[in-house]
């Protein structure tokens, strides 16, 4: 996707940042492999699995966030992302949906829509990257600890409720 869009002449830096597992030896041999031409024209990087204070740097310093799992995952990154307004390309699976689905200006494919996430990154580079506003607020109002202790007192209380009517 990077070399399609870098051909396209568009400008742009895709930044991995993640753990490689030492058991997949032969899959990071080939990203490295892979990524390495991509550094060396500029517009791709990895960032290796960075400390908390240099993981809010990266997100900070981006514009957008690409995050497309094969299969289920946890939807932390997502919620980080957009919750520091970037603008959010993902995979259209399990929490993902959940966290992204109703977010302004997220974009979600199917698992093996490469074409149609790269031809919705070209569009956003051309448009000059914008980033989405108001999703911070959106994040706070729904995931914010106070906001789901609230939510978690409603729940024991209808669980109680329901236990004492059964009681009687």
Do not use: C
Request: aromatic share 10%; no cysteine.
């Amino acid at each position: 996707m990077a070399e399609s869009l870098h051909r396209q002449g568009l400008k742009f830096e895709f930044r991995f940042i993640g753990f490689t597992h030492p058991d997949g030896a032969a899959y990071t041999d080939a990203f490295q492999k892979r990524i390495q031409p991509m550094a060396e024209a500029g517009y791709a990087s990895y960032g290796g699995a960075p400390g908390e204070n240099e993981l809010i740097q990266w997100y900070d310093g981006a514009s957008a966030m690409v995050h497309f799992p094969t299969e289920d995952a946890a939807p932390m990154v997502v919620l980080e992302g957009l919750g520091r307004e970037l603008k959010f390309f993902g995979a259209r699976l399990g929490g993902i949906v959940d966290s992204a689905g109703t977010m302004p200006e997220s974009e979600l494919f199917a698992p093996d829509d490469w074409p149609g996430l790269t031809a919705a990154i070209a569009r956003w580079i051309s448009q000059g990257h914008p980033r989405p506003i108001g999703n911070a607020a959106i994040i706070r109002d729904r995931y914010h600890p106070i906001v789901l202790a609230k939510r978690h007192v409603e729940i024991y209380r209808e669980v109680i409720a329901e236990g004492a009517k059964k009681k009687v």
